[in-house]
């Protein structure tokens, strides 16, 4: 077992205790959350295995994304565009140092700029690191970040949990590596053991108001059965996140009175992408025939029981340019299988799969394996399609392999996720124009795909609102009849935990755990 002590990174940290199994919540110093993997190294500016919820509690962006979409002060306290558009002025914050010491200043700010550009083409699916030219600190207390073009969303890509925050400058190697998790965020990082464990410690000089807890110790836990038995046995006090327990678990912890339960509003779109570039869904028929074959709301009431209300479109139309008036075909089976029959796709006589040129209607499902929730949503797609002839392969396989497949375009349909706010829809958007991604090779096939990624990078760079919402609208729009997606529902956090505990309340976002706001009454 990998055990790896960090810390003497973090002055004023004191010894590590013994770390029990029985939770520690009642004198509010330690609590025992659950995650399914490690933290990870904890890079600032790199991505998996490092997980958002420790991004977010060791590291601090310039602005942060708050409630109802307001830009709200964090290491920065003010904010000012030029007039060309090009290039913004942020006045930092006073008197911040990162865990180790090392004062937060614009040299520090400069240095994890330059650090995150030198790696430019691992972050080109965010459009904001595309635009970037540079930063420059034009005296300790104030940093400008020069753009190549005006760029909207700056401000909501500050925000993000990845890759603009910023890890202490005595941390961060001259190839862009880092000797050590440190940034300025109310925890630190105290300990990891692969497979068991991460323990975060507050950290003591924190320029903000100090967590209520000392400490957050992360189990390790794979499982959702397992993750819900700890919770019942007091091994860990709260249950956090959007899969972390299926939907019957959460129902009946919801009945049980010695727990407390919440859903949180959308945050996002849970969702099936379908392949436009390899047979048979490069056939827009078989796609909208797929629409109106897949009965959506017998999957939100029997399989998500509730905990999600049933999604028609792409993004919930709360967020900005995407209140379209778009909506999903009614589920209609015979409708589907007539659109079928007029594709020429015909079931031979004795069959139960259709035809069309001596190829059959069958395409594979592609899912993780050892995710009950894809796998149970994957069976009823299964039989929903069976009944107008079309035949469904599930293909259930290890993380690593179904993450390989989304990059290659290997999959016939294949689930993924929106990512809520603050990229919908337009970070989400810029990263369809990535071959690594899922909805980049789901949009290869489509006749306009050169377009909708032209669009989309204008979008980005629009300096006038119609404008704006006119290429929205149409990208929305096509992207809705060409039948690339199907929206199952609206992603929900869910929260379940002892009423001792008392209140948990959910982050601005997806992917913010508020660990620094639970214990304060």
Same mark, same amino acid.
């Given at each position: 077992?990998?055990?790896?002590?960090?810390?003497?990174?973090?002055?004023?940290?004191?010894? /590590?205790?013994?770390?029990?199994?029985?939770?520690?919540?009642?004198?509010?110093?330690?609590?025992?959350?659950?995650?399914?993997?490690?933290?990870?190294?904890?890079?600032?500016?790199?991505?998996?295995?490092?997980?958002?919820?420790?991004?977010?509690?060791?590291?601090?962006?310039?602005?942060?994304?708050?409630?109802?979409?307001?830009?709200?002060?964090?290491?920065?306290?003010?904010?000012?565009?030029?007039?060309?558009?090009?290039?913004?002025?942020?006045?930092?914050?006073?008197?911040?140092?990162?865990?180790?010491?090392?004062?937060?200043?614009?040299?520090?700010?400069?240095?994890?700029?330059? %650090?995150?550009?030198?790696?430019?083409?691992?972050?080109?699916?965010?459009?904001?690191?595309?635009? !970037?030219?540079?930063?420059?600190?034009?005296?300790?207390?104030?940093?400008?970040?020069?753009?190549?073009?005006?760029?909207?969303?700056?401000?909501?890509? /500050?925000?993000?949990?990845?890759?603009?925050?910023?890890?202490?400058?005595?941390?961060?190697?001259?190839?862009?590596?880092?000797?050590?998790?440190?940034?300025?965020?109310?925890?630190?990082?105290?300990?990891? +053991?692969?497979?068991?464990?991460?323990?975060?410690?507050?950290? @003591?000089?924190?320029?903000?108001?100090?967590?209520?807890?000392?400490?957050? $110790?992360?189990?390790?836990?794979?499982? +959702?059965?397992?993750?819900?038995?700890?919770?019942?046995?007091?091994?860990?006090?709260?249950?956090?996140?959007?899969?972390?327990?299926?939907?019957?678990?959460?129902?009946?912890?919801?009945?049980?009175?010695?727990?407390?339960?919440?859903? +949180?509003?959308? !945050?996002?779109?849970?969702?099936? %992408?379908?392949?436009?570039?390899?047979?048979?869904?490069?056939?827009?028929?078989?796609?909208?025939?797929?629409?109106?074959?897949?009965?959506?709301?017998?999957?939100?009431?029997?399989?998500?029981?509730?905990?999600?209300?049933?999604? @028609?479109?792409?993004?919930? @139309?709360?967020?900005?340019?995407?209140?379209?008036?778009?909506?999903?075909?009614?589920?209609?089976?015979?409708?589907?299988?007539?659109?079928?029959?007029?594709?020429?796709?015909?079931?031979?006589? =004795? &069959?139960?799969?259709?035809?069309?040129?001596?190829?059959?209607?069958?395409?594979?499902?592609?899912?993780?394996?050892?995710?009950? $929730?894809?796998?149970? !949503?994957?069976?009823?797609?299964?039989?929903? $399609?069976?009944?107008?002839?079309? %035949?469904?392969?599930?293909? =259930?396989?290890?993380?690593?392999?179904?993450?390989?497949?989304?990059?290659?375009?290997?999959?016939?349909?294949?689930? =993924?996720?929106?990512?809520?706010?603050?990229?919908?829809?337009?970070?989400?958007?810029?990263?369809?124009?990535?071959?690594?991604?899922?909805?980049?090779?789901?949009?290869? &096939?489509?006749?306009?795909?050169?377009?909708?990624?032209?669009? !989309?990078?204008?979008?980005?760079? +629009?300096?006038?609102?119609?404008?704006?919402?006119?290429?929205?609208?149409?990208?929305?729009?096509? $992207?809705?009849?060409?039948?690339?997606?199907?929206?199952?529902?609206?992603?929900?956090?869910?929260?379940?935990?002892?009423?001792?505990?008392?209140?948990?309340?959910?982050?601005?976002?997806?992917?913010?755990?508020?660990?620094?706001?639970?214990?304060?009454?």
């Amino acid at each position: 077992m990998l055990r790896r002590s960090l810390l003497h990174l973090a002055p004023g940290v004191a010894g /590590l205790a013994m770390l029990p199994a029985p939770s520690a919540l009642a004198d509010r110093k330690r609590l025992t959350f659950s995650w399914p993997s490690n933290a990870g190294p904890l890079h600032p500016h790199l991505y998996s295995p490092n997980q958002m919820y420790a991004h977010s509690m060791l590291y601090e962006p310039l602005v942060r994304y708050g409630e109802g979409g307001q830009i709200l002060p964090a290491l920065a306290t003010a904010w000012a565009i030029e007039a060309d558009g090009r290039a913004w002025r942020f006045t930092l914050r006073r008197d911040v140092r990162f865990a180790d010491g090392t004062p937060f200043d614009a040299a520090a700010v400069v240095a994890n700029v330059d %650090a995150m550009l030198g790696n430019r083409a691992r972050h080109a699916w965010l459009e904001l690191v595309n635009q !970037i030219e540079g930063a420059e600190a034009l005296d300790p207390g104030t940093v400008r970040l020069r753009l190549a073009k005006p760029y909207y969303p700056t401000l909501l890509e /500050l925000s993000l949990p990845r890759p603009l925050r910023f890890a202490s400058p005595a941390a961060l190697r001259p190839d862009g590596s880092l000797a050590a998790p440190i940034g300025t965020g109310p925890w630190v990082l105290a300990e990891t +053991s692969r497979g068991q464990h991460d323990l975060f410690r507050r950290n @003591e000089g924190y320029w903000g108001e100090q967590p209520a807890l000392r400490e957050v $110790l992360v189990r390790v836990l794979g499982d +959702s059965n397992a993750r819900a038995l700890a919770l019942e046995t007091g091994e860990i006090d709260l249950i956090y996140g959007t899969d972390q327990v299926d939907a019957d678990t959460f129902r009946r912890f919801t009945a049980d009175a010695r727990f407390t339960t919440a859903i +949180s509003p959308p !945050i996002g779109t849970r969702l099936l %992408a379908l392949n436009s570039a390899r047979f048979p869904t490069d056939d827009l028929a078989v796609r909208q025939a797929i629409a109106q074959a897949v009965d959506r709301a017998a999957l939100v009431r029997h399989i998500l029981l509730d905990t999600e209300p049933a999604a @028609e479109t792409l993004f919930a @139309e709360t967020f900005p340019y995407v209140g379209l008036g778009l909506r999903a075909p009614a589920f209609d089976g015979a409708a589907a299988a007539a659109r079928l029959d007029a594709a020429g796709w015909r079931r031979p006589a =004795g &069959g139960r799969v259709r035809m069309r040129d001596g190829q059959e209607l069958a395409l594979d499902m592609c899912f993780t394996g050892t995710d009950a $929730l894809q796998k149970a !949503i994957s069976e009823a797609v299964q039989g929903d $399609l069976s009944r107008i002839g079309i %035949a469904v392969r599930l293909v =259930g396989e290890d993380a690593s392999t179904y993450v390989g497949r989304q990059r290659s375009g290997d999959f016939g349909m294949i689930f =993924g996720d929106t990512w809520g706010a603050p990229y919908d829809p337009h970070a989400f958007m810029s990263s369809m124009r990535a071959p690594s991604h899922a909805d980049f090779q789901a949009q290869r &096939g489509l006749p306009m795909k050169a377009e909708i990624d032209r669009r !989309i990078g204008a979008v980005l760079i +629009s300096t006038e609102e119609a404008q704006r919402a006119a290429e929205y609208r149409w990208l929305l729009t096509t $992207l809705h009849e060409q039948a690339v997606y199907f929206p199952v529902s609206f992603l929900t956090n869910k929260v379940v935990h002892r009423p001792a505990l008392g209140r948990v309340p959910f982050g601005d976002t997806r992917n913010d755990i508020p660990f620094a706001q639970i214990g304060r009454g």
